[in-house]
């Protein structure tokens, strides 16, 4: 589980967007890029080229 504070500071490495976090799943969500990053032992992984696009998931 991530820290409310840093939530509410950390932004999307690519679109400076905002970004939800995903309890489930562990993981933080950008809807405007369509992508996911992943919380490694509580630490988010966000270099631009670490997101997962959300699609394939659904595929």
Do not use: F, T, W
Not at 17 to 24: A, F, M, N, P, S
Not at 31 to 48: A, D, N, S, T
């Amino acid at each position: 589980m991530l820290d409310e504070k840093l939530l509410e500071i950390i932004a999307c490495p690519v679109c400076k967007g905002e970004l939800v976090y995903d309890k489930e799943k562990d993981r933080l969500i950008c809807q405007r890029c369509e992508v996911y990053y992943e919380v490694r032992e509580g630490i988010p992984v966000l270099l631009p080229d670490s997101g997962k696009p959300l699609q394939e998931e659904n595929s």
